[in-house]
């Protein structure tokens, strides 16, 4: 049993740029790929990034290369997830969500609630 909480969304201007935090709690030791996907209105849940446990695989949806940044910190009892995003765009506009098994690009682990990210001017 794990516990994901997001935070770090807001209001940015176009061009504008966020740093998102995913922190992760309970039984660590059991994740490995770890994920950001997000939600804009009327739209699907996607996939944006994800990362392997010590960071040396990492995918990224094609939209957000080049922009945006995940990284990642293991500690005994806490895994941080971070999504650095850079040059934002309208399009950006979501509720990005964590979850803690985005193996093949699917949430298949334990969602977080959320953090609303709005890009306008």
């Known amino acids: 049993q794990v516990h994901v909480v997001e935070s770090g969304g807001g209001l940015v201007q176009p061009g504008g740029s966020l740093r998102l935090s995913c922190e992760v709690t309970?039984?660590?030791?059991?994740?490995?790929?770890m994920g950001w996907f997000r939600q804009a209105p009327g739209k699907e849940r996607e996939f944006v990034a994800s990362?392997?446990?010590?960071?040396?695989?990492?995918?990224?949806e094609d939209s957000v290369k080049g922009r945006f940044t995940i990284s990642r910190d293991n500690t005994k009892n806490t895994v941080t997830v971070t999504l650095q995003m850079t040059s934002l765009k309208p399009e950006d506009t979501a509720v990005y969500y964590c979850?803690?098994?985005?193996?093949?690009?699917?949430?298949?682990?334990?969602w977080g609630q959320g953090t609303q990210v709005t890009v306008s001017s």
């Open positions: 990362i392997t446990k010590f960071g040396k695989y990492i995918e990224y």
């Open positions: 309970g039984l660590t030791s059991t994740i490995n790929v």
């Open positions: 979850n803690s098994n985005a193996l093949l690009r699917r949430g298949g682990g334990s």
